[in-house]
């Protein structure tokens, strides 16, 4: 447990050093938030109301988060399959979930860039009055919406694992995440069906928690912390299954693109 | 003829190589499901929070969808080599640079643009945008403009992969510049800073007549004539681009010029 924990640690800061230095991570997590969050805030206009812009600014923050997330796991995979790597990590001692979980985490903690930078482009270079009734509460539920975007993110790359152009079947989860975490629309203003689904993907709730924490609202931050730590943990436990089944698999098969 | 064979068949052929993944199960998705997402998550947005009615985001993304397309076929081309380590190969052959990526824009230019005539489809069929019957041939024309200035751009961009390593950064950029810039979702009224500077990129005056036209007016021909200019001229900077990077890597006898 301590030697699996440890490689978690190291292999997630190796990560994170290593995307730092990479130009489309650094897109993905500061500069496509400021795009994002320039264009939500500049439809929505200045006469909005400042939680209205609050909310557009930190969910196009989420939305960078989701990229880079995206990029960094489905990636991931496609870049381990091209240096022919992925072979010899199924097949070593460390579980593949372990280093999956450690580039989704260091991908999801390029969010802290996204975070800062998205707020500070939006009050200081458009002048949008973000207004944070309860910065305490904003830590927990960012520290949500970044696991809860590494869980997404390793349970998509697991389900991935096997296709051989698994970055372009990733692509295809930037949209919907968009409109299924609310980060841009509430939820509430989208068909019930909408809600419904969005139940079971957890940085929606991290959008939620994120969201209320904005205004003050405790009790409604307490239950989406709650909801989405339970989602985040279903995440990982079906991601082990799923991992569980694709390396048996492999090693009966011999062979990783079982598509 | 020769000139003819390698743009025309060893284009197609080198097309058909490099994305020989986009076919099957991922044709569909990558051409048409994923630019349908993009158009539904940003006309869902726009009806949010937008001052615009939904026709109007939803025939912006629909345009968008295909520089998109055009702008990263037109990089890959290039790019892709050098991640195949197959471009030092490629530069040494005795054809031009020029002729061998320029004929690889052709099927790239032809997806692109179907895949926007079936995203126009779409956004007129659930939004409610109208297009005159008069006006069909024009908007056709004016799409075939805009796929060829953007594919035009993509080369230039291309042509920067013979120099940087990071392949992906700068259309990655440009397309989300484009999505920010070239009104797309934000109305020169509410984007007045980038105004001047956006009529000098792909797109942005190929979407204005597009716009006009589907109202029922006539097309601003002076905007037509600008995304001619706009292709012309990029297209002269590609090959400049191309010819200048080719024969460096071939005096120093190496494609990391940027290193």
Redesign the interface.
């Known amino acids: 447990m301590r030697a699996r924990s440890r490689f978690l640690i190291i292999a997630w800061l190796f990560h994170l050093r290593q995307m730092a230095t990479v130009r489309i991570y650094i897109f993905d997590s500061v500069v496509l938030p400021l795009v994002l969050a320039t264009i939500a805030l500049r439809m929505a206009g200045p006469s909005a109301d400042p939680a209205t812009l609050t909310s557009l600014t930190f969910g196009a923050a989420v939305m960078g988060m989701w990229a880079a997330a995206l990029s960094g796991t489905g990636g991931a995979i496609s870049r381990m399959r091209s240096m022919a790597l992925l072979e010899p990590i199924v097949a070593a001692p460390t579980p593949l979930a372990a280093a999956l979980a450690a580039n989704a985490l260091a991908s999801a903690s390029l969010g802290l860039y996204s975070l800062v930078a998205t707020v500070l482009w939006a009050k200081f270079g458009l002048k949008a009055p973000i207004e944070i009734a309860s910065p305490a509460l904003l830590v927990p539920a960012f520290v949500l919406t970044v696991v809860a975007t590494a869980a997404l993110g390793v349970t998509l790359s697991v389900s991935l694992v096997m296709f051989r152009r698994a970055q372009s079947v990733s692509n295809l989860f930037e949209y919907p995440f968009w409109i299924f975490t609310g980060a841009m629309v509430p939820i509430t203003l989208l068909p019930a069906w909408f809600d419904s689904v969005s139940w079971f993907i957890g940085p929606a709730w991290g959008m939620k928690a994120i969201r209320s924490a904005a205004v003050g609202d405790a009790s409604a931050v307490g239950v989406a912390l709650l909801a989405g730590f339970a989602v985040t943990a279903a995440y990982w436990t079906v991601s082990m299954l799923l991992l569980r089944s694709m390396e048996r698999l492999a090693r009966e098969r011999a062979a990783l693109p079982l598509s | 003829m020769s000139i003819f064979r390698t743009t025309v068949v060893g284009g197609y052929l080198a097309y058909r190589g490099l994305f020989h993944?986009l076919s099957g199960r991922?044709l569909v998705?990558?051409l048409v499901?994923?630019p349908a997402?993009?158009l539904?998550?940003f006309t869902?947005?726009?009806s949010?929070?937008?001052?615009q009615p939904a026709s109007y985001y939803a025939v912006g993304n629909a345009v968008h969808s295909m520089a998109r397309a055009s702008i990263f076929s037109a990089t890959v081309v290039i790019g892709a080599e050098r991640?195949n380590g197959t471009l030092s190969t490629l530069l040494a052959t005795p054809s031009r640079p020029i002729v061998i990526f320029g004929g690889r824009l052709i099927p790239a230019l032809v997806t692109g643009y179907l895949s926007s005539i079936i995203m126009l489809a779409l956004a007129t069929t659930f939004t409610g945008a109208t297009v005159p019957l008069a006006g069909v041939p024009m908007i056709l024309l004016t799409i075939f403009l805009v796929a060829l200035s953007c594919s035009a751009l993509g080369l230039c961009l291309g042509a920067a992969s013979l120099y940087l390593r990071?392949v992906?950064?700068l259309p990655?950029?440009s397309i989300?510049?484009m999505?920010?810039f070239c009104g797309v979702?934000?109305t020169s009224a509410?984007?007045p800073a980038g105004e001047s500077f956006a009529r000098l990129i792909p797109l942005t005056n190929g979407l204005h007549a597009i716009r006009e036209v589907m109202m029922g007016h006539q097309a601003p021909l002076s905007a037509l004539a600008t995304e001619l200019g706009l292709a012309t001229v990029y297209a002269l900077v590609a090959m400049i681009l191309v010819h200048v990077f080719a024969q460096r890597a071939r005096v120093t006898a190496s494609l990391d010029l940027g290193a």
């Open positions: 993944w991922l998705p990558t499901l994923n997402l993009q539904a998550a869902m947005i726009g949010y929070i937008g001052s991640s990071d992906f950064f990655n950029v989300y510049g999505m920010l979702n934000l509410e984007n």
